[in-house]
Structures are given as structure tokens and as C-alpha cells.
């Protein structure tokens, strides 16, 4: 078998696992779900997986694994995507878990509601869009000091946090007050080859 990735090609945390499948040169198929539809709701998908999201992923021996930076972890095992140093190691895993609690949640949720449902800019929640500003802050800071998130070698972590931030104008997020960044989604899109 194949690794199998179910996704919706708009949605970052599925375009992380293509991306990182790519980069490993691991072959896999991809079925779109449209998550407007509503298919990750019924019957088939939840059987799948029961928090009726994607990315779900069927790993080349059948199993499913779900969560957008676990299967990205489970892909990269083993690779110079995740740094051999104990401590490097844990602060790729810092970011990750920001990026799900602090990052994601404000800069996804705002695109979300802008580019997909067709909200305007008045209708998406003023807190969302502080704390999305607070979180491109934070990315700015680190990346004044280091070209990627954990020193000088592409990490998950880049991964995990290029996925929302390279399309966070969708959002009504500024990147041009954020120079560091749009150097660094540079960066990462060369290494991972995005082309769009
Ligand atoms: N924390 C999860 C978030 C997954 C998630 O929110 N997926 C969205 C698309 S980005 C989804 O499936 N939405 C459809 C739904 O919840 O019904 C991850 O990183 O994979």
C-alpha cells in the first residue's frame, strides 16, 4: 500500500502532510474532501476518523493517523526534518504545539472566515485578529534572530508554521509589516518547492 492522504487543498494543516511526503520523496494518493460539503461529518469519513477532520492520513501499512502535525512527525521519523539534538528537537515540538494553540486557531480561523465562508472585514472577531497579530509578532522576533525556526536548518516546525502564514493576507493579516517573515516564507517555499 501507499501512503493515502484525505484532504481539502485549501487547508493548511492538509497541504503540511503533502508537503512533507514531497520532501521526503515518499509516493502517496491523495482523495480531496471538500470540508464545506460537510463530508467529514457522515457516515464513511467518521469511521475513518472519528474527529470527522482532515488531514487523515492511511500509512502504508493500513493504519490511520490523524492531527496535521502527527502524521507530519510520524512521515518525518528518522529525517533531517526533525533535529537530532535533544534540545533542538524539543523546540521544533515548542513551536508545533504553539503553532496548534496560538497560531493556527487566529491566523486559519480568520482566513477561514474571510476566504471560504465570505465574511468581511468587520465580521471576523476583533480578538481573533489580535491575537493573530500577536502571533505573527512572536514569528517576526524569532525570525530577526535565525533563518528558520530552530537555527539554521528547515525543521517541521518551518513546516508547520509556513502552512497559515504564507496565505495569512487571505486573512486581513499584513505580511508587509513583517519583513523577517516574508524573507523566511521565501526560504521555506524554495525548500519544500511551492510553487503557487
Ligand atoms: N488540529 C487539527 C485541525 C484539523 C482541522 O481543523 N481540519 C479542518 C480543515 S483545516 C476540518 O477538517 N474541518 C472540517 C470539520 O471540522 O468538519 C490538525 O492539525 O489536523
Known amino acids: 500500500m501507499t501512503l493515502h492522504i484525505y484532504g481539502d487543498s485549501r487547508s493548511g494543516n492538509c497541504l503540511k502532510v503533502k508537503w512533507t511526503a514531497e520532501?521526503?520523496?515518499?509516493p502517496y494518493d491523495w482523495t480531496e474532501v471538500d470540508i464545506l460539503q460537510g463530508t467529514t461529518r457522515q457516515g464513511d469519513f467518521l469511521r475513518l476518523n472519528?474527529?470527522?477532520?482532515?488531514?487523515?492520513?492511511?500509512?502504508?501499512?493500513?493504519?490511520?493517523l490523524a492531527q496535521s502535525n502527527a502524521i507530519i512527525l510520524h512521515l518525518a521519523d528518522g529525517s533531517n526534518l526533525i533535529p537530532?539534538?535533544?534540545y533542538d528537537r524539543a523546540k521544533m515540538f515548542e513551536w508545533l504545539f504553539w503553532e496548534q494553540y496560538s497560531h493556527e486557531p487566529y491566523i486559519?480561523?480568520?482566513?477561514?472566515?474571510?476566504?471560504?465562508?465570505?465574511?468581511?472585514?468587520?465580521?471576523?472577531?476583533?480578538?481573533?485578529?489580535?491575537r493573530g497579530e500577536a502571533a505573527l509578532e512572536r514569528l517576526e522576533l524569532q525570525l530577526q534572530a535565525t533563518p528558520f525556526l530552530?537555527?539554521?536548518a528547515l525543521t517541521l516546525a518551518d513546516v508547520a508554521l509556513v502552512a497559515y502564514t504564507r496565505v495569512a493576507d487571505e486573512g486581513g493579516f499584513d505580511l508587509g509589516n513583517y519583513p523577517a517573515i516574508q524573507a523566511w516564507v521565501a526560504r521555506v517555499e524554495a525548500a519544500l518547492r511551492i510553487a503557487d
Open 23 to 26: 520532501k521526503l520523496g515518499m
Open 50 to 64: 472519528p474527529a470527522g477532520q482532515v488531514p487523515t492520513a492511511v500509512l502504508d501499512d493500513g493504519r490511520v
Open 84 to 86: 537530532k539534538d535533544a
Open 108 to 130: 486559519a480561523v480568520a482566513r477561514f472566515h474571510r476566504l471560504l465562508l465570505g465574511k468581511g472585514p468587520d465580521e471576523v472577531e476583533a480578538r481573533i485578529m489580535q
Open 150 to 152: 530552530v537555527k539554521d
